[in-house]
């Protein structure tokens, strides 16, 4: 099979931590830059110009979403991947509103890992099954559609679905076989509602990240 | 603070109370202490100036302590009066008794700083606890004497003294003293205030340690130490993913996992309960929470039958759980991939799914739905309706 090598940047305050992370990737990711901090990670992402950066949440000063904004405006081709340890709701939506195209545990593993890079690298969004469940919950919270709701407030049936399965544990593929679609339409969906996490005003999207952690 | 400053007795009082709080506070028996002050008295008169200041530097009784009947005690205070008057005109008589001139102002000025010192002190002590706007007036009063006691007796001193110098003299080696009194008070006042005040900060974070290290020794100690006693990584890591859910809940739930009161808690309790027991891991999400009822309650029970079995003949290591509750629904989805059953040959030890999952479910009002095939896992979507509750 031939894999695209991969370039990625782990930005990261535990040195540790991000050790770890090397040794479990695959030869088909290759780590070029690591930093520790907001302030040394975004001159080095803006110089190395990674595919992938796999970005803490939990960064002193600003946290995750500090590093994406001022990269996004240079270098929009590079991709985002929230790791956190999972605690805060509001930390992990932040950063996905910031930009970040998915979202995985720390406890992820190796393989897993590797798998998601590829993925976001294809331009593919990644919601872990907690993900899935909190965003499904979070747009149904509250009232029923107005109108002044835009088309970005809501799922559609579809778009519930998928993440309603996605919760569930299923993978993309297994979604697909359910719904009697294919896997690439599944991955539309997703990115559809990584569009709309990211750029819907709705008011219950933080109220609800606020009150809430993922365990 | 009030164990900290000297108080006058209300009980064993004769006078003012201040040497029966004096013996108190000493240890000595208050009759030795009057003793003392009766003594002093021929010498110059002192004794009775100091009985005055002391009478003011110290605060009054405890307002618990039932305050002894004049009636009581007047015998006593005549008695007292009529020894203190012999002796004083016999000590004039025999020249020993210090002129009036002299002592009258002195008597004004020890008062005088007695006020201004206790005045300091209560200002110093002040900034804790309410309720501190009452004794503004008093203070103000206080203030007030004590400014005109100390220019009385500056100015008696100075009437009768005629000479200036020897005025200015005393008025310098007055202020010298106050501040002595000062230098030597002042410091020692806040430096007691702050020492009180980290002793007080310090034991919060010493209790606050001692509950913490209490807390961690229970849990993440005790797993760490079956942790290096595992023999497999497969049950290090069991060990090591429940004492993680288990930290984290009272780090930023505050819940108490041994007294679930909410849907999510009794679920991960149960949750927990299998992984343990049965060696698998769950994947747990559960983005909302309610207050646990009785449906709720028979809602997770179902889940954990559910759990179980998924746990003993999957044959697969992990579980996925979905757990969603709203005001009109709540739903339990647990699937894993493992071999899977065909229901028509369900064997008779099995009949748990019947009972135990579908059973419980109807009675509660709610419907259970088992999606299996050889081979194609199982997946037990439990659902309970919750709008239409009376």
Known sequence: MNVPLRRIVIVDDHEIFRAGLKAGLGPTVQVVGEAGTVEAAVPLIKSLDPDVVLLDVHLPDGGGQAVIGPVHSERPAVKFVALSVSDAAEDVVAVIRAGARGYVTKTISPAELTRTIHRIADGDAVFSPWLAGFVLDAFNEGDAPTAGQSELDQLTPREQDVLLLLARGYTYKEIAARLQLSVKTIETHVSNVLRKLQLSNRNELTRWAAKRRMV | ?390
């Open chain 2, 1 to 390: 603070m009030d164990g900290d400053r000297l108080r006058r007795s209300g009980s064993d009082r004769v006078l003012l109370g201040v040497c029966g709080g004096l013996g108190g506070a000493l240890g000595i028996d208050p009759v030795l202490v009057r003793l003392g002050f009766a003594l002093a008295v021929p010498l110059g008169g002192i004794g009775l100036a100091a009985y005055v200041m002391t009478a003011v530097l110290m605060v009054g009784p405890a307002p618990a302590t039932p305050t002894r009947p004049l009636r009581a005690r007047a015998q006593e205070i005549a008695g007292l009066a009529l020894l203190l008057a012999i002796a004083l005109s016999a000590l004039a008589a025999s020249g020993l008794l210090l002129p009036l001139d002299v002592l009258a102002p002195s008597a004004l000025l020890l008062v005088g700083l007695g006020l201004a010192w206790r005045q300091a002190a209560t200002a110093s002590a002040r900034g804790e606890g309410p309720g501190w706007a009452r004794p503004l007036l008093l203070d103000a009063l206080r203030a007030v004497a004590a400014i005109v006691l100390l220019i009385g007796g500056a100015v008696l001193f100075l009437r009768q003294g005629g000479d200036v110098t020897a005025a200015a003299a005393s008025a310098v080696a007055a202020a010298v003293v106050a501040a002595g009194i000062g230098l030597l008070v002042g410091p020692r006042l806040r430096r007691a205030q702050a020492v009180a005040s980290a002793e007080r900060r310090e034991r919060i974070r010493t209790e606050e340690r001692a509950s913490m290290a209490a807390r961690l020794h229970d849990s993440v100690l005790q797993t760490l130490a079956l942790v290096q006693r595992a023999d497999d990584a497969r049950s290090a890591q069991r060990l090591a993913r429940r004492q993680e859910r288990e930290l984290r809940a009272w780090l930023y739930g505050g819940e108490e996992l041994d007294a679930p009161d909410t849907f999510a808690a009794a679920l991960r309790h149960a949750t927990e309960d299998v992984e343990t027991r049965y060696d698998v891991e769950v994947e747990l999400v559960q983005p909302s929470d309610a207050p646990l009822d009785e449906d709720l309650d028979a809602l997770v029970s179902a889940a954990r039958e559910a759990l179980t079995n998924a746990a003993k003949h999957a044959g697969t290591g992990t579980v996925s759980v979905l757990a969603r509750v709203s005001d009109r629904e709540a739903s339990v989805f647990v699937r894993d991939r493992g071999r899977g059953f065909d229901r028509t040959h369900v064997p008779r030890d099995r009949a748990g799914v019947r009972e135990s999952i579908e059973g419980r479910m109807a009675r509660h009002g709610g419907r259970a739905q088992i999606h299996t095939a050889p081979g194609e896992g199982t997946e037990v979507e439990l659902i309970l309706p919750r709008g239409d509750r009376p």
